[in-house]
């Protein structure tokens, strides 16, 4: 048996799908191709009988995908879910009928998300292997160097986490040209690409309330150093400008994955990032702030339920001065399946 796995982004997939790759090795006669770069995908054409595991199905490459099924099987992990946090040009254009019907199988992150797909799809809950991660037996040894780096430089932080679009390497009008380009197929999606740009322009004010909480805990809290870790697809400096340079406890930093800066943080903040997910199962105290709740993300039921819920930076901040209570958050295994310790 061959499989083939593609990697992308290195700081988000590459340790997760090498805990994935480990449990494969345990099955008899498996050889594993893991790569990254585009050049592999004119080989993967001219096989037979593989298995690729693919990182997402979309639009974009319907006909990569045709020609693989020719002569080879897919499955498909996503790293962009899990489903119910997409908005509905997404979820057209990641999910398109043409192929989900052939592929062998599609892994969710867990049951809930069986919801928003076709029951004929071939589909299994599996949860995602980066919550393996968190897991006793892997964690201390995977991240002994992060954690010791972490304990040495930064102690009582504030781990402030970024899942937003705005700030995107290579601007941000490329980015809405470029998702137009690839998800506005015919008059159907007009609707959907209209509310997907409102969606956009309402989670601005989020990502400009989270920076104002950002700083202004900066500001209430000289003593104490702040993270804010920019999402992967965002421009790191461009984000560091929207930083005052008089504010020497705020530190922009993606450095290493971000599952060792979460387990050490002593609060964990965010607006819509499924990292709160990696928070709640480390048992970490987390704030959430949505100044607007409508959003592409209005179908996450977790969202309210995984921290301490604020509308505005004000708001929280005063509820830290008064030392308002934070407490931890139980995920329900319904929404990943391999949460269980």
């Known amino acids: ?20 790759i480990g449990e494969l090795l345990k099955i008899k006669k498996v050889t594993i191709y893991f790569y990254r770069g585009r050049s592999f995908l004119r080989l993967v054409k001219k096989m037979k009988d593989v298995i690729f595991f693919d990182k997402s199905l979309s639009e974009t490459k ?44 599609i892994f969710l992150w ?22 393996d991660l968190l897991k006793k037996r892997y964690f201390n040894k995977i991240f002994l160097k992060e954690i010791n780096y972490i304990k040495r430089y930064f102690n009582n932080y504030i781990f402030v986490s970024s899942s937003f679009t705005q700030d995107v390497e290579g601007g941000y009008e490329n980015y809405l040209r470029y998702l137009k380009k690839a998800y506005y197929k015919g ?30 805990l ?17 421009d790191e400096d461009i984000v560091r400008s929207k930083a005052p340079k008089q504010l020497k406890n705020l530190k922009i930093i993606r450095k290493f994955q971000i599952t060792p ?45 995984l921290g301490k819920y604020f509308d505005s930076a004000d708001k929280c901040l005063n509820f830290l001065e008064t030392k308002g209570e934070l407490r931890n958050y139980h995920l329900p295994r319904k929404y990943i399946w391999n949460n269980n310790g």
């Not at 709160?276 to 339920?305: D, V």
């Open 261 to 305: 800066w979460i387990n050490l943080c002593d609060i964990y903040i965010h607006t819509h990032c499924t990292t709160s997910y990696e928070a709640a199962i480390l048992n970490k105290k987390i704030i959430t702030l949505i100044k607007n709740k409508n959003t592409e993300h209005k179908y996450n039921s977790l969202k309210f339920r």
């Open 110 to 131: 867990g049951d809930y998300e069986k919801k928003f797909l076709n029951k004929k799809v071939k589909i299994l809950a599996s949860g995602h292997p980066k919550y």
């Open 218 to 234: 900066a500001k209430k809290y000289p003593n104490k150093t702040i993270i804010f870790r920019p999402h992967p697809s965002q």
């Open 62 to 105: 319907i006909e990569f995908h045709r020609e693989i099924l020719k002569k080879n099987f897919i499955i498909s992990l996503d790293e962009e879910g899990p489903i119910y946090n997409w908005n509905l040009l997404t979820r057209k254009a990641r999910l398109p009928k043409k192929i989900i019907s052939k592929v062998s199988r």
């Open 187 to 216: 008059k159907s999606r007009k609707q959907h690409y209209e509310q997907f740009l409102k969606y956009q322009e309402n989670d601005n004010e989020n990502y400009i309330e989270l920076i104002k909480l950002t700083v202004g």
């Open 1 to 20: 048996m061959i499989i083939l796995i593609p990697i992308e982004i290195k700081v988000r997939e590459f340790l997760p799908k090498m805990i994935l």
